[in-house]
């Protein structure tokens, strides 16, 4: 079975720039995650999909993200415009139904300078 | 008060050692537990759900204590590459799933 895909895997721009990852869950998996996790912290959730409608965007900030499932499949996270401090890895996870596990693709490391 | 707190470590144990960690929740509400695994500049691996009565894969044991609100995490003679950093999770209503900073883990020859 393949696993969750992510690109690009890295990422370097200049702040005040534009920039959007992709992602591609496990075939079927109706839910979907985005989570930021900078260097030292744990994961931390964005925005939470289940098929194309947005369950839990409480702490994506929407001034500057956007993120979008269409269809319910795959997934585009964006950030325009970048700051440094949004320097971290972009990770996208992905369940098949409540109470399992959610399987993680490989993550987008962005550098923001 | 985070929401999910962990030890961040780093615990430096030699080969063979029993090292455990603990995390808080705030959350009495909270549904499921889960413990991962995360190797450097990699993304995290669930290693092992954690239930009420309590699990054990091989030499991992993971324990939930509702009324204190922990979930604990028990490695039995430590291998080298059990070396990572040990991400425990909680999950809401709604299936929304806070993770901890995480606990370092060095395990030395």
């Known amino acids: 079975e393949a696993g969750v895909a992510q690109s690009p895997r890295y990422k370097i721009i200049e702040k005040r720039q534009s920039v959007a990852f992709w992602c591609n869950p496990i075939s079927g998996h109706a839910t979907l995650y985005w989570y930021q996790q900078i260097l030292g912290q744990g994961p931390k959730l964005l925005i939470q999909?289940?098929?194309?409608?947005?369950?839990?965007d409480s702490q994506l900030p929407k001034d500057r993200f956007s993120a979008e499932r269409l269809k319910g499949v795959d997934s585009t996270l964006k950030i325009q415009p970048a700051k440094l401090e949004d320097s971290a890895v972009y990770l996208c996870?992905?369940?098949?139904?409540?109470?399992?596990?959610?399987?993680f693709g490989p993550g987008t490391r962005l550098l923001v300078l | 008060r985070k929401e999910v707190e962990q030890d961040p470590g780093p615990f430096n144990v030699p080969e063979g050692a029993t090292v455990a960690f603990n995390c808080t929740y705030s959350n009495s509400a909270s549904q499921s537990f889960f413990w991962y695994r995360q190797d450097c500049r990699k993304e995290p691996k669930l290693l092992m759900s954690v239930y009420s009565s309590g699990n054990e894969d091989g030499r991992f044991t993971a324990q939930l204590n509702r009324a204190s609100q922990y979930i604990s995490l028990l490695i039995r003679d430590s291998k080298l590459s059990d070396s990572a950093t040990y991400l425990c999770?909680?999950?809401?209503?709604?299936?929304?799933?806070?993770f901890g900073a995480g606990t370092r883990l060095f395990v030395k020859a």
């Open positions: 999770a909680v999950e809401t209503g709604g299936f929304k799933t806070i």
């Open positions: 996870a992905s369940r098949p139904r409540a109470l399992e596990t959610q399987y």
């Open positions: 999909f289940q098929n194309n409608g947005v369950v839990d």
